[in-house]
């Protein structure tokens, strides 16, 4: 059951249909997200684990806007257990977990609300008012680039919704929201069932605008700047070239650039290995349609990330 689905504008890349033809033809891989265990201070009663729940629907919401690869689950616990970490608040500790991973970006944080409250007013035997509210509430949500060590983006995210008007109970026969509301500590998390809910429906709603937010920052980076005189290929030794942007150009490890000759036919693309000053970077072929030569011009960075538009099917 797909949860989510929308088509974000990507300004300053490539479009969706070129980014498909990138992942499947070339051997430019998308991009790897591990989710970390979020610190759990919701304290939900139920049979849920929303430490590890939380983070792989985060990741199964990732996965249905976007092509990119999710670590699992057991592979991101097995490494956290290697490091003996039992939390994540230094940047330093969750990029040794990314780079044990092969991770592009790691994402951590904290679920501070999580659940569905019950109120009620008067008699349980007679009559007898009683509401039900749901509240999310996600906090500094961290979003790290492991090849860099720093921080990309941090936030917080909440919503809540509430029964209104009040339900009215009579001679304390249960109502179909009493039974939803002890449902919640038997249903599995994230299942169909779940999502009907109204702390799944919640939930979804949530998790939409997260997973959106996620990858609206992961896609729209700064352009690279390509206006100078040296934003050219200055070298090429079989498929290892040099280029002259660097990190002045904002161009950083893994941007994927097209390579253009005077005519301004696409020749290749090049995969930055590494960026080595200012205005240097060091890059791999890893498609080939022409001739590279000196002096072939650069095109504007190509999304690793595929937005997936509504109604697409995977």
């Known amino acids: 059951m797909k949860l989510l689905?929308?088509?974000?504008?990507?300004?300053?890349?490539?479009?969706v249909g070129q980014s498909?033809?990138?992942?499947?033809s070339t051997g430019v891989r998308p991009l790897r997200i591990a989710l970390?265990?979020?610190?759990?201070?919701?304290?939900?009663?139920?049979?849920w684990n929303l430490a590890t729940d939380v983070p792989a629907l985060l990741g199964k919401c990732l996965s249905e806007v976007a092509s990119v690869e999710i670590?699992?689950?057991?592979a991101v616990i097995a490494a956290v257990k290697a490091k003996k970490l039992e939390d994540f608040k230094y940047t330093k500790d969750v990029v040794r977990i990314g780079r044990d991973l092969a991770a592009d970006i790691v994402i951590a944080g904290i679920v501070e609300r999580f659940g569905t409250r019950r109120r009620t007013a008067g008699d349980p035997n007679l009559i007898n008012y009683k509401a039900y509210s749901s509240k999310i509430e996600l906090t500094n949500v961290r979003l790290i680039r492991v090849v860099n060590e720093k921080?990309?983006?941090?936030?917080?995210?909440?919503?809540?919704?509430?029964?209104?008007?009040l339900g009215?109970?009579?001679?304390?026969?249960?109502?179909?929201?009493?039974?939803?509301?002890?449902e919640l500590f038997k249903v599995e998390f994230g299942s169909e069932r779940f999502l009907e809910l109204q702390l799944g429906k919640l939930t979804a709603e949530v998790f939409?605008?997260?997973?959106?937010?996620?990858?609206?920052?992961?896609?729209?980076?700064?352009?690279?700047?390509?206006?100078?005189?040296?934003?050219?290929?200055?070298s090429v030794d079989d498929d290892e070239v040099f280029l002259g942007i660097g990190s002045q150009n904002y161009v950083e490890y893994g941007d994927v650039l097209p390579v253009y000759d005077g005519e301004g036919v696409q020749?290749?693309?090049?995969?930055?290995?590494?960026?080595?000053?200012?205005?240097?970077?060091?890059?791999?072929v890893v498609e080939r349609t022409g001739s590279i030569v000196v002096g072939s011009r650069l095109g504007q960075r190509v999304s690793q990330i595929e937005i997936q538009s509504p109604g697409e099917k995977e």
């Open 71 to 74: 670590i699992s689950m057991d």
């Open 36 to 47: 970390l265990p979020f610190e759990d201070r919701a304290g939900f009663q139920g049979e």
């Open 267 to 284: 020749m290749a693309l090049v995969e930055i290995n590494e960026v080595l000053g200012s205005q240097m970077s060091r890059a791999r």
């Open 208 to 234: 939409k605008d997260l997973s959106n937010r996620i990858v609206r920052t992961l896609v729209e980076r700064r352009p690279i700047d390509l206006s100078g005189e040296t934003a050219k290929i200055l």
């Open 151 to 165: 921080e990309v983006d941090s936030f917080d995210i909440s919503n809540e919704s509430e029964e209104k008007p």
């Open 5 to 15: 689905g929308a088509a974000i504008l990507a300004v300053g890349l490539v479009t």
């Open 168 to 182: 009215l109970d009579l001679f304390g026969k249960p109502r179909q929201q009493d039974k939803e509301f002890r």
């Open 20 to 24: 498909r033809a990138l992942v499947e």
